[in-house]
């Protein structure tokens, strides 16, 4: 316990001297980073795109799905901009970064915890015109609260250059703070909403998972046959993947945290669990936008029917395309052998004339 309490105070009363800026600048990262945040980006737009092009797919949880792709895309683009670019100190690009990054990310934690919200409000107490009204208001608090907060850390010079300890790459909070003031300012730009939407986000899907449960098995004749019962319960364990995934993304950046913070000896040789931690950090803060497009769109029955129809018209319009190319030959073919027939007509008949 007195061990405890001294490495915290040691971390309030010092400024770490080493940071991970070489593990971060190496090759390994930058290309997993690369690839985790690319596929992040093409997810978003997908689930954006597709909720634009499929009318049947603009349901009111989608849509906050699609608040919370454009949040990701943000974050994705971000890491993805910060992780190739050579940091030279807290200078304005990396400020700007880290402006639209954490910004993005306060987006994301607090639509993400109201998707969880709506659902438990429109699904176990059937109270829809509610959940409809509550997210009109909570547009105000959705984007206006994250601006308000990353805005009042910009005007402080809060934001800069981390120098690795809590990020895998890009800047976040500003190394040259007091670390008091820094372990303040990282909490309430980030590991703060982001732990508070882990818990949030769990209990209420598993309140929503219990609830279908027990419509299930408490109330059978409700359902008009097995393949709707299986169809339910397939979704109830769909959701037990919804909170499980949003931890297992984000807890390797909080696990540092949590080391970092916790530890009293930071001027060390970093160990290959460090170095392995840092890179786990550069895909899971990166991947959010990918897996959420997996989840809610891949995997799911009905994307899966809109695909396959969008595929065999695409199919049946290429027949097409390939049957007029095709008659287009033919008639062409068909002229030119006309006009030969013709030409052969008249070269007798002028032979003829002749002899």
């Not at 700007?96 to 699904?123: E, G, R």
């Not at 890009?170 to 309430?188: F, G, H, P, R, V």
């Not at 899907?205 to 393949?227: A, C, D, T």
């Not at 913070?261 to 786990?280: F, Q």
């Amino acid at each position: 316990m007195l061990a405890t309490t001294a490495n915290f105070s040691n971390l309030t009363t010092s400024s770490p001297t080493s940071g991970f800026e070489h593990e971060a600048n190496a090759l390994v990262n930058k290309v997993l980073t690369t690839v985790s945040a690319t596929l992040s980006l093409l997810g978003t737009l997908l689930i954006i795109g597709t909720f634009i092009a499929w009318k049947d797919f603009r349901s009111t949880s989608r849509r906050i799905l699609v608040y919370i792709s454009i949040a990701d895309f943000f974050i994705a683009g971000g890491n993805l901009f910060g992780v190739w670019r050579r940091h030279e100190g807290s200078d304005h690009l990396c400020v700007a970064q880290s402006f639209v990054t954490t910004t993005a990310c306060l987006w994301s934690f607090f639509w993400t915890t109201f998707l969880a919200a709506f659902m438990y409000i429109t699904v176990a107490k059937k109270q829809r015109n509610k959940a409809e009204i509550l997210l009109k208001i909570f547009h105000a608090f959705g984007w206006g609260i994250p601006l308000v907060i990353v805005g009042t850390a910009l005007g402080l010079k809060k934001l800069g250059n981390d120098k690795d300890f809590f990020s895998s790459g890009w800047c976040w909070i500003d190394s040259k703070l007091e670390s008091q003031n820094k372990l303040l300012w990282m909490l309430i730009t980030g590991k703060a909403w982001e732990i508070a939407a882990c818990i949030i986000c769990s209990i209420f899907y598993l309140m929503l998972k219990w609830h279908i449960r027990k419509e299930v098995y408490g109330h059978q004749n409700q359902f008009p046959s097995q393949i709707s019962r299986e169809a339910v319960l397939k979704m109830e364990r769909r959701l037990t993947l919804v909170p499980v995934i949003f931890i297992l993304v984000r807890i390797w950046g909080t696990t540092r945290f949590i080391l970092y913070v916790s530890s009293s000896d930071r001027d060390h040789t970093h160990a290959w669990w460090e170095e392995v931690l840092l890179h786990l950090q550069g895909i899971g803060d990166s991947f959010q936008g990918f897996a959420n497009f997996l989840l809610f769109c891949l995997f799911t029955e009905k994307f899966q029917a809109r695909l396959g129809v969008a595929g065999h018209n695409l199919r049946v319009l290429c027949k097409k395309q390939k049957s007029d190319n095709s008659s287009s030959v033919a008639d062409s073919t068909s002229v030119t052998d006309s006009q030969s027939q013709r030409t052969m007509v008249n070269e007798r008949t002028r032979l003829l004339k002749s002899a």
